[in-house]
């Protein structure tokens, strides 16, 4: 595990734009920008996948952030291309919109896990993505048991947290009575770099269906 990268982990963006401070946070840690590689959470979805990932490349664009190249690992890809384009990526994003557990299968897949996690580039993910950066995911949509995530950090993530979302909250609850929920609203992030962790916006600790507001020193590296 290289625990010095920068990573970040982000529940959803509905305006599909960055929030000034979390732009300003990637411009920072990416100075080098020649090419950002996505992983579909929809392995055989190639139309919604070419057009996510235009889309979210769109978003580094708005702010002057924007790479060189990309391209979206699904399905289609072959492993060798795969491993190609991952070795020379400056940045992972890890899609969401889909099955956390489809994701993991696709790294493994394509021979790219140990190079997602293990390598220099900073990873990104959002919603399902993101679920798979802590150490346990939980996919409260797909399946309540948990399985092992890329470990960046000792926390189980679940996103887009809302109190008017009922049904998602009674399952975050229910995954809480067995493990402590990182519950991020749409527009925050946890950014982690060299063991410092940074929080933008709002997120909430679930723990035993009690809610607190989730802090820095909640993230166990």
């Keep these: 595990m290289n625990n010095h990268k920068a990573i970040a982990f982000f529940s959803g963006f509905p305006d599909r734009r960055f929030t000034d401070e979390i732009a300003e946070r990637l411009e920072k840690e990416l100075p080098v920008r020649r090419c950002i590689v996505f992983i579909s959470a ?25 790479f060189e190249r990309f391209c979206v690992v699904d399905a289609r890809m072959e492993p060798a291309d795969a491993q190609k384009w991952a070795r020379e990526a400056d940045c992972f994003f890890l899609m969401g919109g889909g099955v956390c557990a489809e994701q993991m299968k696709l790294m493994l897949e ?34 309540m048991v948990p399985y092992e995530g890329l470990g960046f950090a000792d926390i189980t993530m ?47 600790r679930i723990e035993k269906g009690e809610i607190r507001l989730f802090t820095e020193e909640d993230v166990q590296l």
């Design 42 to 66: 929809c392995p055989v979805d190639y139309q919604q996948n070419d057009e996510d990932s235009a889309g979210m490349n769109r978003m580094f664009e708005k702010y002057s952030i924007g």
């Design 110 to 143: 394509k021979g790219i896990y140990d190079i997602v996690r293990d390598g220099p580039a900073m990873v990104l993910g959002v919603s399902a993505g993101s679920m798979n950066m802590g150490k346990t995911t939980v996919d409260i949509w797909e399946s």
């Design 158 to 204: 679940i996103g887009h947290f809302s109190y008017d979302d009922t049904e998602r909250l009674r399952l975050m609850k229910v995954v809480s009575m067995e493990r402590p929920v990182c519950a991020m609203e749409d527009e925050s992030a946890i950014f982690i770099k060299n063991g410092k962790v940074e929080i933008i916006g709002i997120i909430h």
